[in-house]
């Protein structure tokens, strides 16, 4: 199984951005996933999960402004991020759990102005 993330990239505060997670190899596209990210000293934070169901689950720090998502059929698993705050700037991951859990490679998000 390999991931690939994308979407990454500057953006000032308060703008939007769009991760994707696309799985290929022996996972199915209703695996469960999340999003985790890590800032520099600081420990990696599980952001947003989406379940076998659909359902999703978010960090206090970012409820109300990411959404998680999926395309089952493309196999990938996506990050809505709205109103971004520099407190958001971290590398972002992107997971998916099945026989193992599987890392994609980060992407970075940077947020300033």
């Known amino acids: 199984v390999q991931l690939q993330a994308s979407g990454g990239g500057l953006v000032q505060p308060g703008g939007s951005l769009r991760l994707s997670c696309v799985a290929s190899g022996q996972i199915s596209g209703t695996n469960p996933g999340g999003w985790y990210r890590q800032a520099p000293g600081k420990q990696r934070e599980l952001v947003a999960t989406?379940?076998?169901?659909?359902?999703?689950n978010y960090a206090d720090s970012v409820k109300g402004r990411f959404a998680v998502s999926r395309d089952v059929v493309k196999n990938t698993v996506y990050l809505q991020m709205n109103s971004l705050k520099p407190e958001d700037t971290a590398v972002y991951l992107c997971?998916?759990?099945?026989?193992?859990?599987?890392w994609g490679q980060g992407t970075q998000v940077t947020v300033s102005s």
């Open positions: 989406i379940d076998s169901g659909g359902n999703t």
């Open positions: 997971l998916r759990w099945g026989r193992y859990d599987y």
